[in-house]
Nanobody
Framework: QVQLVESGGGSVQAGGSLRLSCAASGFSDSVFSMAWFRQTPGKEREGVAAMDADGTASYRDSVRGRFILSKDNAKKTLYLQMNRLKPDDSAMYYC????????????????????WGQGTQVTVSS
């Protein structure tokens, strides 16, 4: 059974940094696609950053240059380093994973991921 456990959320002031972690278990190997999504009340879940199975990282425009995605394949853990945080970054952040190694544009579509974590809250105050 696949499980994703997120950690690292919290409250920071604008300009600060946080590092989110997502530990995956239950996958038969270390090669799979993972992503971070975020959601605020009343809005749709949106993709923040995604990593294909080959290690290629993609970012939404609003976080590119501030957020850095990395993955430790041995630990099956995905990290999201969030720098220069803004109040607009405040949201519940969710980790997603799928055994599909080549998500293509589907990497930004929540329904394309079969596995989700419970979420971790990020709050950025001005």
């Amino acid at each position: 059974q696949v499980q994703l456990v997120e950690s690292g959320g919290g409250s920071v002031q604008a300009g600060g940094s946080l590092r989110l972690s997502c530990a995956a278990s239950g996958f038969s190997d270390s090669v799979f696609s993972m992503a971070w999504f975020r959601q605020t009340p009343g809005k749709e879940r949106e993709g923040v950053a995604a990593m294909d199975a080959d290690g290629t990282a993609s970012y939404r425009d609003s976080v590119r240059g501030r957020f850095i995605l990395s993955k430790d394949n041995a630990k099956k853990t995905l990290y999201l380093q969030m720098n220069r945080l803004k109040p607009d970054d405040s949201a519940m952040y969710y980790c997603a994973a799928d055994s599909n190694r080549a998500m293509g544009w589907g990497r930004w579509v929540p329904n394309e991921y079969h596995h989700w974590g419970q979420g971790t809250q990020v709050t950025v105050s001005s």
